[in-house]
């Protein structure tokens, strides 16, 4: 996910402290894993991967800077290398070399005594053969009216080749293939990616799914993909190591839904009895979609805001006070706040974020971002 859909600019030199007992700081079990608290780390595209989409060894400092999260969860991370051409330098999780790096950053992350998800996508219509090396797919012939930057300059995205039916289940075990490397490379569990305009949303939207076989046509038959991966994975690695992120209604990725509801109402009554560690909604809490999706779901409900609630710290805290989310993720905060929480005890001051920085290369806007303690040792 692109941290422009991560949630909207902090403001300037805003502060907001958090009481001791607040219930963002409270402990949470999700599924078989345990945080310190309930304030998450979004996952965020950073464009620092190698160009074998190999996490570099600046990731190793990037993740492990950021363990005061509840969880991080990664930037997103290809199942495949035709899965992997939305954007330059993403990482993967696909092949031994990855799967080592990726085990670096879980030891870092966990020897500060965070915890961790990767996030798992195949970005479908927002590929490009140019950065895939693959041709698009997507669920239909639908191209997203949209631009993207491959290693010879910007161009359109193609028209997409709808997938085969007898395709669909090579996709599926890549997704089952990347948990099981994700799990063995250390990682506290998996999210995996079914929002914001990437294949698994495109196949629930039924705007860009115009299929007429098993995987279109019906709410059901819309939420099937999404649903067969959620199984496949947690029968893989267990559903108390899986997460889902969707975002019913949302426009990145040139998305539209004229139904928001019916294909998200089938897939959670499909898995819901899995017994998920959680699921990631990327909404706003006054859409109608909200009330469906809260009512639908009986496990752990985890809100991140495309509008930036983030920047209201109180709102968030309130949310999860009274109990209509378990915990709330926020992206550009941690982004530029390695010490996020210290920061909000303390009532102190954010850091602002650089976006001249968010899909750059080297350190600059990465790592650098200064903490309170080496403010105060300056």
């Known amino acids: 996910m692109g941290i422009n859909d991560a949630g909207a600019a902090l403001h300037h030199n805003m502060t907001f402290e958090l009481d001791d007992d607040s219930a963002l700081l409270k402990p949470l079990q999700i599924g078989d894993v345990s945080t310190t608290n309930r304030l998450f780390m979004a ?20 993740y492990a800077q950021r363990v005061s999260a509840g969880l991080i969860v990664s930037e997103a991370t290809a199942i495949s290398r035709a899965a992997n051409g939305a954007y330059p330098n993403t990482p993967g999780m696909y092949t031994d070399r990855h799967q080592q790096a990726w085990a670096e950053i879980a030891d870092a992350v966990h020897a500060g005594g965070g915890r961790m998800f990767v996030q798992l996508w195949h970005v479908g219509r927002m590929g490009h053969p140019e950065t895939s090396g693959a041709e698009t797919v997507a669920p239909s012939a639908i191209a997203a009216d949209m631009t993207t930057h491959t290693p010879t300059g910007k161009k359109p995205l193609p028209v997409p080749r709808p997938l085969r039916t007898d395709e669909i289940p090579a996709i599926i075990a890549d997704f089952r293939a990347a948990a099981r490397r994700g799990v063995d490379a250390g ?22 799914n115009r299929r007429d076989d098993g995987y279109g046509g019906s709410p059901a038959n819309r939420a099937r993909l999404t649903a067969e991966v959620v199984e496949a994975v947690a029968d893989e690695i267990g559903a ?6 969707i975002s019913p209604g949302n426009s990145a990725g040139d998305m ?3 139904d928001e509801v019916g294909a998200y109402e089938a897939l959670l009554n499909r898995i819901g009895p899995l017994g998920l560690a959680y699921l990631h909604l990327v909404i706003e809490p006054t859409q109608p979609a909200f009330a469906v999706i809260r009512s639908a779901w009986d496990g752990t409900l985890v809100l991140n805001t495309p509008r930036g609630v983030e920047s209201n710290f109180c709102e968030l805290e309130n949310l999860v006070e009274w109990g209509v989310v378990g915990a709330a993720a926020v992206g550009r905060a941690y982004l530029a706040n390695p010490d996020l929480i210290d920061r ?24 650098d971002y200064p903490t309170l303690m080496e403010l105060e040792v300056a």
Do not use: K, Q
Not at 189 to 198: F, Q
Not at 240 to 245: A, K, Q, T
């Open 43 to 62: 996952p965020l595209t950073r464009s620092r991967a190698e160009a074998d989409a190999t996490p570099s060894e600046l990731a190793v400092t990037y």
């Open 187 to 208: 990682m506290d569990g998996v999210e995996i990616h079914s929002a914001n305009g990437y294949l698994l949303h495109e196949f629930l939207s039924d705007v860009t």
């Open 240 to 245: 108390g190591r899986v997460g889902l992120r």
């Open 256 to 258: 539209r839904e004229v």
């Open 344 to 367: 909000l005890l303390l009532g102190a001051e954010l850091n602002e974020p650089d976006a001249a920085t968010f899909y750059s290369s080297g350190p600059a806007g990465y790592t």
